[in-house]
């Protein structure tokens, strides 16, 4: 008997100190927006700390979430939402048996309130904002210290509303459309109702060469307590045309667009749109320019794509222009002249990606398949003479020239790897058709019957950073080709390995200010094939040479105000 009370006494007594050491715990809790709305969808991420355990869930119609049986431990929470800062909670400590309860508010850019004056060393939590939505962005991160929130950024914004004047020097040189020999852009946005913002863009350019011609841009985005982010936007654009001829006229167009997101299941994302543009120039011409892409996060890692786009990408915005769309090289309608008529490039572009990201590591491949009609080719020389194919920019000294039907396909594979001291180096290899010439001391009037189509390899190299202390942004790139060609390889890449042909260096640098002029004023300089390669020679009819390039050789540079 007494053996028997023993044997039970130290069984009770095992299982006493069983229960105290192993009960699990849970995590639960609520996603809100800043304002209280409940954020359904949100994706929700617990890591233990020394284990290589995951575990994941996504928030409810009521922003609610919950983690059960999870062993006692010091944990990682990290919340990510579109359209909102990812929220990072570190050494949340779980007792055994214990139920905690979180109540996670997930902010946008314009109400961060604290930011760190510095970046410290970069971590693989700090990429899960630009990982989730484009490689291209350049996103801050939320983050919770001991309780504390504060924001990874080199900027600093208490306030709604966030405006920015840059006064930049020098023609684009890129063919009909391009900005002058100056010209001021502007941007200014505002916060308003609840999780909307209005923004409104535009750019003012002018010379020696023409009249000044612009482009403004209004448009309102709003993001919803179900995760959709619908936004509408109108953009009005003037451009200076020669004056001679048939085609001392500018061209008027007017491009109403809209676009949504919204998760359809909890790891596919959906991005759908169109415009509608109505354009004057030698005729009268509308078109409808439908866009779409779908994301699909197979693991957290893992993202496959599908892309279609019916214009070719405006890549401004990589370079640090807040004002991407009142770039004038890049904003649409691409026109050029045929038999002189004004006649409009349309564009369908068919893409399929995966990526995978390796720690500090990320991949891509893709294959696309591209179809252009109207195709505006760059050249470069004096047209003013030459018959009516030839669409001149008044400002730069370029052209733009019909190149009729082109097909494209072709694959990409970018390689990014993060390198210390906030340095990041891309190399991108594609694959794909292109537009060339064939033969030598061609005349201009046989361009259009010797374009010719072929396939041919370009490896792009580019390295971006930030320098410590000075907080100089710089990016510097080189593209090269194995031959001849007119447009380039993969001309819809929107990838980390994007980059203008052949070198290319852009800088962006803080400058000291008093307290006589508010916000922030940085000088910019950007540099267009510094080693003007890629030209291929055209006899014109005066007996003269003219250029059809990939991109000719330009340098701008100018002063940046954020207030």
Do not use: C
Not at 111 to 139: F, G, I
Not at 191 to 196: E, L
Not at 430 to 451: H, K, T
């Amino acid at each position: 008997m007494t053996r028997k009370l023993g044997w039970l006494l130290l069984v009770m007594a095992w299982s006493a100190m069983a229960s105290a050491t192993g009960h699990s715990g849970q995590v639960s809790g609520y996603v809100r927006s800043a304002q209280g709305t409940a954020q359904m969808g949100a994706a929700v991420e617990v890591s233990k700390l020394g284990s290589e355990d995951i575990f994941r869930a996504f928030t409810d119609t009521k922003g609610y979430f919950t983690l059960p049986s999870l062993a006692p431990g010091k944990y990682t929470v990290k919340v990510t939402a579109p359209s909102f800062l990812p929220s990072v909670t570190q050494n949340l400590a779980l007792q055994s048996g214990a139920r905690l309860v979180m109540n996670i508010t997930l902010n946008t850019l314009f109400e961060a309130v604290t930011l760190l004056p510095e970046r410290k060393k970069a971590t693989d939590d700090q990429d899960d904002w630009k990982w989730t939505l484009r490689s291209m962005a350049n996103r801050p991160i939320l983050r919770v210290v001991d309780g504390t929130p504060s924001l990874v950024s080199e900027g600093k914004t208490t306030d709604p509303t966030h405006a920015t004047v840059s006064f930049i020097a020098g023609p684009q040189s890129a063919g009909f459309g391009s900005g002058g020999d100056y010209g001021t852009s502007f941007n200014w946005e505002q916060s308003i109702f609840a999780g909307g913002t209005f923004s409104f863009a535009g750019n003012v350019a002018g010379g020696s060469g023409g009249d000044p011609g612009g482009v403004v841009r209004a448009s309102y985005k709003h993001e919803m307590a179900d995760g959709t982010s619908p936004e509408v936007s109108l953009v009005a654009r003037r451009v200076t045309s020669p004056d001679f001829g048939f085609r001392s006229q500018s061209l008027e167009s007017i491009e109403a667009t809209a676009a949504n997101t919204t998760r359809l299941m909890q790891s596919l994302e959906v991005n759908y749109g169109a415009a509608l543009q109505a354009i004057q120039f030698a005729g009268k011409e509308s078109a409808f320019r439908p866009f779409a892409s779908v994301d699909w996060h197979f693991t957290p890692n893992t993202v496959i794509e599908y892309r279609y786009a019916t214009t070719v990408p405006n890549m401004r915005n990589l370079k640090g222009y807040d004002t991407a769309p009142a770039d004038f090289s890049e904003s649409d309608p691409r026109v050029t002249l045929l038999n002189g008529r004004g006649e409009v490039e349309s564009a369908s572009h068919h893409e399929l990606s995966v990526s995978q990201r390796y720690g500090k590591n990320s991949i891509q491949v893709a294959i696309y398949a591209d179809h252009i009609t109207n195709t505006e080719l760059l050249g470069l020389g004096n047209v003013a003479d030459m018959e009516a194919n030839a669409l001149p920019d008044v400002f730069g000294g370029t052209f733009s020239y019909n190149g009729g039907t082109f097909s494209a396909n072709g694959m990409r594979i970018v390689f990014e790897r993060k390198l210390p001291h906030d340095v990041t180096a891309t190399l991108d290899y594609a694959f794909g058709g292109v537009l060339d010439l064939d033969g030598q001391n061609i005349a201009w009037n046989e361009i259009r019957n010797l374009l010719e189509e072929h396939r041919t390899h370009a490896i792009t190299a580019k390295v971006t950073g930030t320098v410590p202390g000075s907080r100089t942004r710089w990016i510097a790139s080189y593209r090269w080709m194995n031959g001849t060609a007119i447009t380039p390889v993969d001309l819809f890449n929107v990838s980390a390995g994007q980059a203008d042909p052949f070198l290319n260096v852009f800088v962006r640098q803080p400058l000291p200010h008093n307290h006589l002029i508010p916000g922030k004023m940085e000088a910019v300089v950007d540099v267009r094939n510094l080693l003007a390669q890629g030209y291929i020679p055209v006899i014109s009819p005066d007996g003269g040479t003219v250029y059809l390039v990939q991109s000719a050789r330009s340098v701008r540079g100018g002063v940046s105000f954020t207030f």
